[in-house]
């Protein structure tokens, strides 16, 4: 058994996995970083968009600080965020992105003069200043006051990821790509490392190390349709859920995207909207702005999505093979817009739907997108429950970004929690001492193999791992998408709780020889249904509507019952649902809750008598 | 109808001392709007789940499902299946090292690269948290982030017959990427630093010129413009050099 040491070991290699391990190694650590695939290829890279900072440089960003930032964070969020950390988050962006320059990230620079734009579908003018020539330049995107988003053309992501990887490679941080990360290695109180699968071989390996972050990034593999990249799968929370000790956050908080394409749900950028580009329905008519008539498209996308899924619902959408969908118009952006500015978007109209933008409609439709929820940590990115172990990026609720994530914001919360969290580990491991015990670490190996035996032989039964999957997916895609309700959450959780007997009784059809595909899924397919159960019953529970979830049955935001966080935990292994517990969604209260100025206003407040209460049907 | 596709693929997992090379017939009926990206995978569902390659965006932007295409190396995701002919060969990329199937591993091989080439910005200034970014010319922006739209897929790689025939031959990514910093204001690198990173026959001087790397880059890189250019810069490095300068 290959054993590596190090002080600090990353489960990810994306932006805020890489983000931490350079902090820490310029303190001096050794670093390395796991990842299932080469660090670019992480799925930070296809974030087309941008990063929020409120740096204030184009005309269209004047007035903009991190007060405005801070605020729109805490309303986009629906009031579920933990404020101290939003303010932290918005304060420290504007520094980041400098940082960013510094390293290397081509941001786009402001060109002082006039210059065209395009809101709801009509051409506007701006001067950008003279004075600000050069600095780093903004656009607008969806649910801010300002524009707020630095980019670089349409390939923000990857721009920074590329950054960000080479700046590791200077520093000497290692990248152990092609490594899977399989369980944690802990005894209850202290995280010592992983135990991984190598991915050129097959074999198993032990990491172990003085503190461990989980950067894994998403889940969104665990529904059928998702903009995620197929390695989001949620591999890494499983580790962490099989310990019972570590809490997962409000795991019901999913983000729907309002323009995934039809049918291979890859998304088309928020940038379309915030350049002007508007939905249209099966009339070619505009919708958006008779439900949201100041914001129209540009509406938050908890908002978008579900005024579009309700305007399909009403009998507006197309009628498709792939079943319905709405159309993106971006046409009178002209050529050299979309082939420039929206490249990207261009070349996956044309490669993956044979549509032309310049000339064509888009047909898209909202699909799962964002996990708000996720390993729960303080503000030091410091997981609950187990000493040593740190989580930060989209695989954290850290959590500034409550029941709804603003495009733009989790992008730059990659590069400030991975830079934050990158300080406290440092800290850490300054006063570390760590001892660790060879008996832990061979029973989790003993473990790790013996459930890698049992698929393999079929010892537990013949399952085919693919179909249970699918079962899994089919019952949040049905119950526990953007509207939901008692009814099919019940069914949705019933569902589940039958897929979690089949997930143990799955078998391999293949010899699980090498680096063997069937057999990763199958490793993970449990956790995974664990997983899913926590956001079907989590949302069962919550019987609110709050940002990105929605109670056909219980419609208004209730934040005397609910202004809280789910905390998830799976406490034995023979259980059959997860064990819920709640917390206060802040301490520090900057702006109390009230009208987001978006969406609808529905809310019971704090001091709404109890028996005032339920306005649900 | 639809048609009944026929995949060629190429099989071998040296992790099992029973495999040896071969090619694998699967029969697969096609559908609407269908990709290699789904065809592979309902391969793998439905009939081989052994099966091994590698996939992660599906959408064009990561670079990892580079393989060779009915002869030419491309992006397997990016590749829609109505515009193949009925029998379809799929090989790994060659040059790197073969993990299984159709995935190798360019992961070690680009992280090798990054060291060779120092794939980073060279510069003696500190970062300032307390001061305004340093300006930019949003026109040097957008020309650094042409050749920064690389993705690391190994299709120049593999379609280049210098790098199929050295393997310490730099090949085409690595070239545009040191053309990469070569034009940003911020590597304060001089043209004699990057003259001894590809001045020589692993670098600019071992390439033929005959463009297979432009051919293939699905991100159309312009890769003959970059390969000029470096020729140029270094061949006038080269000669100062030879007089002393
Ligand atoms: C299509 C798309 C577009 C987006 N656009 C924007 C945007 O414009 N602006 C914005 O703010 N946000 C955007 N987002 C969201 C944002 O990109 C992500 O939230 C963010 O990049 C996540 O970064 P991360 O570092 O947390 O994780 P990731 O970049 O996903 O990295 C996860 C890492 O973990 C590794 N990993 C996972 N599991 C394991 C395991 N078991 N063992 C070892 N390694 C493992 C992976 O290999 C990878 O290296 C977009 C998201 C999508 C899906
Ligand atoms: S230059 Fe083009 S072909 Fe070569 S690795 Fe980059 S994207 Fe791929
Ligand atoms: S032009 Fe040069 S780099 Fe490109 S394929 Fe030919 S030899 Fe290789
Ligand atoms: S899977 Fe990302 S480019 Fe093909």
């Given at each position: 058994m290959q054993t590596i040491y190090t002080d600090f070991l990353v489960v990810g290699a994306g932006l805020a996995g890489e983000r931490a391990a350079v902090q820490a190694a310029d303190a001096g650590f050794s670093v390395i970083c796991l990842s299932l695939v080469p660090a670019r290829r992480s799925h930070s890279s296809a974030a087309q968009g941008g990063m929020q900072a409120s740096l204030g440089n184009s005309v269209m960003g004047e007035g903009d600080c991190p007060d405005v930032h801070f605020e729109d964070t805490v309303k986009g969020s629906d009031w579920g965020c933990d404020q101290e950390v939003a303010r932290l988050f918005a304060d420290t962006a504007p520094i980041e992105m400098r940082r960013l320059a510094h390293w290397g990230v081509p941001w786009n620079r402001v060109v002082p003069g006039k210059s065209i734009y395009y809101k709801g579908g009509k051409q506007f003018e701006k001067i950008e200043a003279q004075e600000k020539e050069g600095l780093i330049m903004a656009r607008s995107f969806g649910g801010t006051a300002k524009w707020r988003t630095c980019y670089t053309s349409d390939g923000t992501g990857h721009a920074v990821m590329c950054t960000m990887d080479n700046r590791c490679a200077q520093m000497g941080v290692e990248v152990h790509d092609k490594t899977e990360a399989v369980a944690l290695i802990q005894d209850g109180e202290t995280c010592f490392g992983v135990v991984a699968r190598c991915l050129r071989t097959g074999e198993l390996r032990v990491y172990l190390s003085k503190a461990t972050m989980i950067a894994a990034g998403g889940f969104g593999r665990i529904y059928p349709n998702t903009t995620n990249a197929v390695i989001c799968d949620g591999g890494a929370h499983t580790m962490c859920v099989n310990t019972g000790v570590v809490p997962m956050g409000n795991m019901e908080a999913v983000q729907f995207h309002p323009t995934g394409i039809v049918p291979t749900d890859i998304l088309v950028t928020e940038g379309c909207r915030g350049d002007g580009g508007t939905l249209l329905d099966v009339n070619e008519k505009r919708f958006m702005h008779e439900y949201e008539p100041e914001k129209a498209e540009l509406a938050s996308r908890d908002v978008v999505s579900r005024w579009m899924t309700h305007h399909m619902r009403e009998g507006h959408g197309v009628k498709s093979p792939y079943g319905e969908h709405l159309w993106l118009d971006i046409r009178h952006l002209g050529e050299e817009h979309i082939t420039g500015k929206l490249r990207e978007v261009y070349e996956i109209c044309t490669s993956f739907l044979g549509v032309d933008p310049i000339h064509q409609l888009i047909p898209v439709r909202p699909t799962q997108h964002y996990s708000m929820g996720g390993i729960r940590t303080n503000k030091d990115g410091a997981a609950y429950g187990l000493k040593g172990l740190f989580a930060a990026g989209e695989?954290?609720?850290?959590?500034?970004?409550?029941?709804n994530r603003l495009g733009g914001n989790s992008l730059a919360e990659t590069v400030v929690a991975g830079g934050i969290v990158g300080r406290k580990i440092a800290e850490y491991l300054e006063g570390c001492e760590t001892e660790f015990k060879t008996s832990l670490i061979n029973d989790e190996v003993k473990k790790q193999q013996a459930r890698i035996d049992v698929l393999v032989s079929c010892a537990n039964g013949s399952e085919n791992v693919y179909k249970v999957r699918r079962v899994m997916q089919d019952a949040l895609h049905k119950g526990a998408n953007i509207f939901r309700n008692q009814e099919g959450l019940e069914t949705c959780v019933a569902e589940l709780q039958e897929a979690l007997v089949r997930a143990g009784k799955v078998g391999l059809r293949s010899d699980g020889k090498g680096v063997n595909p069937e057999l990763a899924v199958a490793l993970k397919l449990e956790g995974q249904v664990k997983m899913a159960l926590m956001v079907a019953y989590g949302a069962l529970q919550r019987t609110e509507s709050r940002g990105s979830h929605n109670r056909e049955d219980y419609t208004a935001r209730n934040d005397r019952d609910w202004l809280n966080r789910t905390l998830a935990y799976w406490k034995n292994e023979g259980d059959t649902l997860p064990t819920l517990e709640y917390e206060a969604a802040t301490e520090v209260v900057e702006i109390p809750p009230g009208d987001r100025g978006y969406g609808k206003s529905e809310i019971i407040s704090a001091d709404t008598p109890k028996d005032a209460g339920k306005k649900g049907k | 109808m639809s048609r009944l596709l026929k995949f060629n693929i190429f099989r071998y997992n040296p992790e099992d001392a029973q495999s040896e090379p071969h090619m694998q017939e699967f029969v697969l009926e096609e559908t609407d709007a269908m990709t290699l990206f789904i065809a592979l995978n309902r391969i793998r569902e439905e009939q081989d789940p052994s099966l091994q390659f590698d996939f992660c965006c599906r959408a064009g932007i990561c670079g990892s499902c580079g393989m060779v295409i009915n002869g030419r190396p491309g992006l397997a995701c990016h590749t829609?299946?109505?515009?193949?002919?009925g029998e379809i060969t799929l090989l790994p990329l060659p040059v790197f090292k073969l993990v299984g199937d159709l995935s190798v591993d360019t992961g070690s091989w680009f992280r090798e690269m990054y060291t060779k080439t120092e794939s980073w910005i060279h510069t003696e200034k500190e970062f300032d948290p307390e001061a305004l970014e340093e300006r930019m010319d949003n026109k040097d922006a957008v020309s650094i982030y042409e050749l920064e739209r690389?993705?690391?897929?190994g299709c120049c790689i593999a379609a280049c017959g210098t790098a199929r025939m050295r393997d310490d031959f730099l090949g085409a990514a690595a070239l545009n990427r040191v053309a990469r910093f070569l034009i940003d204001p911020r590597d304060q690198r001089s043209e004699k630093d990057y003259y001894e990173i590809i001045g020589n026959d692993m670098g600019i001087f071992g390439c033929m010129g005959l463009l297979a790397c432009e051919d293939v880059c699905p991100k159309h890189l312009p890769l003959q413009n970059q390969l000029g250019f470096l020729r140029r810069k270094m061949g006038i490095t080269s000669l100062k050099r030879l007089f002393g300068k």
């Open positions: 695989a954290a609720c850290w959590d500034m970004h409550g029941f | 829609k299946t109505k515009d193949l002919p690389c993705v690391e897929c």
